[in-house]
C-alpha cells in the first residue's frame, strides 16, 4: 500500500473512531496503529495524528507489559498521576500584574539609575 494511501485511510479511522479518545485510549490506539504498519510506522502516525512518536514508544511498551488492559485507575478514573497536568493559574499579586500603587521604582519598570541601566561604552582601542 502506498504512503498516501496510508495516510488517508489512518485519517478516516481516526476521524470515525478516535475523535472520542482520551489521551490514554489514544496513545494505546495510535501504538497499535503504528505496530500494524510495521517499519516507519511510529513516524507515519505520529505525522498524521500530530502527536510525539514518544507517546507513541510509551504506548507500545504499555501494550507489551500488559498496561494497556488495565484502566489507568480503576477506583477514581483518573487518566493522569494526582497532581499531574497543567497548574492551576493564580491571581498575579499586586507587585507581579503592574499595580504599583505604593510609588517607588520608575513607571517603564526599567532602573531609575541611567548610570547602571546600560554597560560602559567599550573604548577604541
Known amino acids: 500500500m502506498k504512503r498516501e494511501d496510508l495516510i488517508r485511510e489512518l485519517r478516516e479511522r481516526y476521524r470515525t473512531s ?3 479518545f482520551n489521551e ?36 507500545i511498551r504499555e501494550i507489551a507489559t500488559g498496561q494497556a488492559d ?10 493522569r498521576k494526582a497532581g499531574g497536568g497543567r497548574k492551576p493559574r493564580v491571581a498575579p499579586t499586586p507587585a507581579e500584574s503592574g499595580d504599583n500603587t505604593h510609588g517607588g ?3 517603564s519598570g526599567l532602573p531609575s539609575n541611567p ?6 561604552p567599550k573604548s577604541p582601542d
Open 70 to 79: 488495565a484502566d489507568p485507575s480503576p477506583e477514581n478514573k483518573r487518566i
Open 105 to 107: 521604582g520608575s513607571v
Open 18 to 20: 478516535g475523535r472520542s
Open 115 to 120: 548610570q547602571h541601566s546600560h554597560p560602559p
Open 24 to 59: 490514554f485510549e489514544r496513545r494505546h490506539w495510535a501504538a497499535l496503529e503504528a505496530m500494524k504498519i510495521g517499519w516507519g510506522g511510529i513516524s507515519l502516525v505520529a505525522t498524521v495524528l500530530r502527536i510525539s512518536p514518544n507517546t507513541i514508544r510509551k504506548g
